[in-house]
């Protein structure tokens, strides 16, 4: 059973100009697809083909590195694109005293977000994660993901080149401000905080 590159929970161009669909015609509708793609090439056949994409991301860590990456790029922009929101919302009233005790407020913890992504070196990611009752902020590196960590990812932010080139060029931290303080999805985050348990791949 092969996955399904997962339908953008909102129109291409509702992010604009954060995100324009532009971006969303290249990073979705080609680097999302191909790494999905990839995946599915690579268990056609195998006794990881009827496994979720965390299972498999965790038994090729270490082991299948190309399978590791597409798997892991997959399951990324998924809970990328559930990440961001037209309007972000509020956090729940138990993110929120979460956040209050681990970060001051959203406004600060956006910022925090925001000012990780613009210090990370090269491609990667940027997590709100959620380990033991406490908030961090978690980076990862290229295709490296939370999926299979002992963390709960509640959010995440694609400091990959060619998330926000194309809108603002070498101007990573623009692309992160507006991101962070426009659409951020508290509802998601929410969500994921309540189930307690990480966000599964939909198949």
Do not use: C
Not at 6 to 24: C, G, K
Not at 33 to 59: C, F, H, P, Q
Not at 175 to 199: C, I, M, P
């Amino acid at each position: 059973m092969s996955f399904e590159l997962i339908d953008l929970p909102y129109p291409n161009d509702a992010l604009d100009p954060a995100i324009s669909a532009e971006t969303f015609s290249y990073h979705y509708d080609k680097h999302h697809r191909a790494y999905v793609d990839k995946t599915n090439k690579a268990i056609e056949g195998t006794d990881k083909a009827e496994s979720d994409l965390e299972s498999i991301i965790a038994a090729a860590r270490g082991s299948d590195q190309g399978l590791f990456n597409n798997a892991a790029q997959s399951w990324n922009h998924a809970f990328y694109w559930h990440s961001m929101a037209p309007d972000g919302g509020h956090p729940s009233d138990e993110l929120k005293t979460m956040i209050e005790a681990d970060f001051g407020s959203a406004d600060e913890l956006a910022s925090k977000l925001a000012d990780a992504g613009g210090g990370h070196f090269a491609s990667g990611w940027v997590w709100l994660a959620e380990k033991s009752g406490k908030l961090s902020i978690e980076e990862t590196h290229d295709a490296d993901t939370l999926a299979d960590s002992d963390f709960n990812p509640l959010l995440v932010l694609d400091v990959w080149e060619h998330a926000y080139y194309l809108d603002h060029q070498n101007r990573r931290p623009n692309y992160l401000k507006q991101v962070t303080e426009n659409h951020l999805n508290w509802q998601f985050a929410s969500d994921n905080l309540a189930r307690g348990t990480v966000w599964k791949y939909p198949r």
